[in-house]
Nanobody, 126 residues
């Protein structure tokens, strides 16, 4: 059973930065599609960013609302994925989840991901 555990959430002010981490129990991240999603109260879970790996480099995908502010990265040696969030806005407030899918899956669809972490709360005050 694969386990994912997020950390790094918290309460910040608008304009601040946070870095989320997702530690996995995988033996190797090299064939995995890793995604970050978020869910605000009363709303559906939405895609934030994803990273696939093609043996030599990562391919990165972002939702339009976070492109240019958020950066997804991975450390294959540590089997950990990160989400660097800069210039945070109140509308970024949500529970953030990391998720794992097989390589080649549709990166923006929640249905592609078979494993999920429990989430970490990010609250951005104005």
């Amino acid at each position: 059973q694969v386990q994912l555990k997020e950390s790094g959430g918290g309460l910040v002010q608008a304009g601040d930065s946070l870095r989320l981490s997702c530690a996995t129990s995988l033996r190797s991240l090299s064939s995995a599609l890793m995604g970050w999603f978020r869910q605000a109260p009363g709303l559906e879970r939405e895609f934030v960013a994803a990273s696939s790996w093609n043996w030599t480099a990562a391919r990165l995908y972002y939702a339009p609302s976070v492109r240019g502010r958020f950066t997804i990265s991975r450390d294959n040696a540590k089997n950990t994925v990160y989400l660097q969030m800069n210039s945070l806005r109140p509308e970024d407030t949500a529970v953030y989840y990391c998720a794992l899918a097989s390589s080649g899956a549709m990166y923006s669809s929640t249905g592609s991901y078979g494993y999920w972490g429990q989430g970490t709360q990010v609250t951005v005050s104005s």
